[in-house]
C-alpha cells in the first residue's frame, strides 16, 4: 500500500481533503519533520510527548515547535506548569496565522490568494452548512444610534477597547494577501488572550487605548466594517474589513457565516438631500435612491447595521435603529 502524502493528510485534518493548494502551501511552510510534528500536535502536547508520538529526538522536537510557533503552525497552553503545544485545526485559522510568518514570500501569499479566490468559496459552502449559528458578526461604528436601552458593551467597540485587558495590533492578513482595494493594513485590532499571543509570537505591536481609538477612527474613515467573534464577550480580535479582499465576503452566502449587528440603517426622508455619498460607503449594496426627488432608502435585508453609511451623511439624515432585542444575541 502507498504511503499517503504528509501533507495532503494534513490538508485532510484541516477540512480540506480535496484541495490541490493547501498542500502546496504547507510545503512552503512546514518541511517533512514539521510535518510530522504538526500531524501528531492534538490533543495539545508537549514536546517530551510530541517526540515519543513522532520518533524524533527530543532536542531537535524542542527546537521545531518554537519555530513552528513563530510560523503560525502551532500554538501554546500552560497548564499545570507544563507548556503544550496544539496544532491549527481549520483552514481560516491556518490562513490567519500563516499569513504573519515573517518568512512568508511573495510567492506563499500568492498561493493563498490563489485558494481563497477558487477554492474557499466552495470550502466556505461547506463550513456554512454545519455552523449552528454565524461565526462572526458586525459592530456598528460609534455612531446616532436609537436603541431601547443603553447600547450593549458588545455592541460598542470602544467600551471593549476601554474593558480590554491587553491590546495589540496586527497586520490584516486578507490585505496582506491581497491589497488591491488600497485601504490601510496594520488596523487589525487584537485583544487579551489574541493580544498576549501577538505580542509572544512578534506579529504584531502593543496599544494603548487611545491608539487604539485612534485606529477605529480611522478604520471608519476608511469605510472599514468592525467585525468581532459572534459571542457576548469580546475577548478576541476586532477586524476592521474591506469588501474587496477580506475572505468573509467572498463566501456564496456570506450572511450565514457573518451575522448583522442588531441594528439597522434608518433614513430621516425630510433630512436627506439626495447626495448619494452613502451609495459609495455600503458594501452590502443596502441602499438605493428611489422617488421624483430622489432620497436613500434601506434594504433592510441586505442592511448589516454596520453604520459606515451614517459618518458621512452631510445632513445626518441617517441613523442606526435597533430591530433586534439583546437577549436574542448568542451567548
Request: charged share 25%; with cysteine.
Amino acid at each position: 500500500m502507498t504511503e499517503a502524502d504528509p501533507y495532503q493528510e494534513m490538508a485532510r485534518l484541516l477540512g480540506a481533503a480535496q484541495s490541490k493548494l493547501i498542500p502546496r502551501i504547507l510545503r512552503i511552510i512546514a518541511d517533512d519533520k514539521e510535518v510530522r510534528i504538526l500531524k501528531a500536535a492534538f490533543p495539545p502536547a508537549t514536546a517530551s510527548e510530541l517526540a515519543s508520538q513522532t520518533g524524533l529526538p527530543v532536542p531537535e522536537v524542542e527546537n521545531a515547535v518554537q519555530t513552528m510557533f513563530a510560523k503560525g503552525l502551532l500554538f501554546r497552553s500552560k497548564k499545570e506548569g507544563a507548556t503544550r503545544f496544539y496544532r491549527v485545526k481549520t483552514i481560516p485559522q491556518f490562513h490567519d496565522s500563516s499569513v504573519l510568518w515573517p518568512g512568508a514570500t511573495r510567492a506563499f501569499l500568492d498561493l493563498w490568494k490563489e485558494y481563497t479566490e477558487k477554492e474557499w468559496p466552495d470550502f466556505g459552502r461547506v463550513i456554512e452548512a454545519f455552523l449552528p449559528k454565524p461565526a462572526i458578526r458586525v459592530v456598528p461604528v460609534g455612531a446616532t444610534i436609537e436603541a431601547k436601552a443603553k447600547v450593549l458593551a458588545m455592541d460598542d467597540v470602544r467600551d471593549i477597547i476601554a474593558k480590554a485587558r491587553s491590546l495589540a495590533v496586527t497586520p490584516c492578513t486578507c490585505r496582506t494577501v491581497d491589497g488591491k482595494c488600497g485601504k490601510p493594513v496594520e488596523v487589525c485590532i487584537q485583544v487579551n488572550r489574541a493580544a498576549d499571543y501577538a505580542l509572544q509570537r512578534g506579529t504584531g505591536r502593543s496599544l494603548n487605548r487611545e491608539e487604539a481609538i485612534s485606529l477605529l477612527h480611522l478604520a471608519e474613515k476608511e469605510g472599514l466594517v468592525h467585525i468581532v467573534d459572534n459571542h457576548q464577550t469580546v475577548d478576541h480580535i476586532i477586524c476592521n474589513c474591506c469588501g474587496d479582499c477580506c475572505i468573509n465576503w467572498r463566501l456564496p452566502n456570506f450572511q450565514k457565516f457573518v451575522a448583522p449587528s442588531r441594528f439597522r440603517a434608518r433614513v430621516q426622508q425630510e433630512e436627506c438631500i439626495g447626495c448619494q455619498v452613502c451609495l459609495e460607503r455600503c458594501y452590502f449594496s443596502a441602499i438605493r435612491m428611489e422617488g421624483a426627488e430622489p432620497r436613500a432608502a434601506i434594504d433592510e435585508g441586505k442592511c448589516l447595521g454596520c453604520g459606515l453609511c451614517t459618518i458621512t451623511c452631510p445632513t445626518e439624515a441617517i441613523l442606526l435603529k435597533e430591530v433586534q432585542a439583546p437577549e436574542s444575541i448568542p451567548a
